[in-house]
């Protein structure tokens, strides 16, 4: 990704219910995208519909495709896990790791690592998670994202800094109406603190090449001020990116920023 370049991600979640919504969903996406020049789009649909959306992206340059999800093995006696070197292998370029609602399920820290380190030997761009539940007026929060970050990146080299995203999303803020998102200003300190964590463990280097993304109740009226004020080099759409009126929207305004 170019630096100057904003980054949206569509997070689609377990939405919608059958392909042909699925199509039509991604087919009036990729119509958005054909024009953009500023931004990059990245659809995150269910595992099923990745075929789908891989045939329906038509060459299209600024159009994308994740995963949501990716096993922290290659191949193997893992029923109902997908492999990072299957994705890859078929034409998905990224993959969202450590979701708030995959840690809620019991994913640990540690197996994050594992998996970011497999997708990354895999060729994938991870987009990473992290959030806190909640926010304490002792401040006990940024230890705990500070915890997430550095336990997330254990034996993840330099190397792999361009093929690394992190996308802050505070729990609390998930799944909710747009003005539950979080303010600008309290977004810029945390997307600074990240980018502070990000030079302790990776020099200059690392707090340049990672974007931080923004994720948590965006939408086309709070995304303006998130993108410009909060610090953040993009975002992670959850239910907005399905609202294909929404989501024209956010890229529209994050195109012309
Ligand atoms: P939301 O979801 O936009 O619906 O809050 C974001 C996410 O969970 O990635």
Redesign the pocket.
Known sequence: MKKDKKLIVA?W?MNPVTFVEAKEVFLKTRKVVSTLKNVDVVVCPPFVYLPLVQRLTGGKKHIHIGAQNSSSEDKGSYTGEVSPVMLRDGGVEYVILG???RRALGETNEVVCRKAISALRAGLKIIL?IGEEFRDNQGAYLGFLENQIKSSLVGISRASLGNIII?Y?PVF????KESDAMNPRELLETVLYIRKILFSLYGKEGMEEVPVLY????GEKNCRDILSEGGAQGL?????SLDTEAFRLIIKIAESL
């Open positions: 997070n979640k979701h708030s609602e998670c996308a999303e803020a998930i799944g909710k994720g948590g109740s965006v992670l759409v959850g239910h907005a």
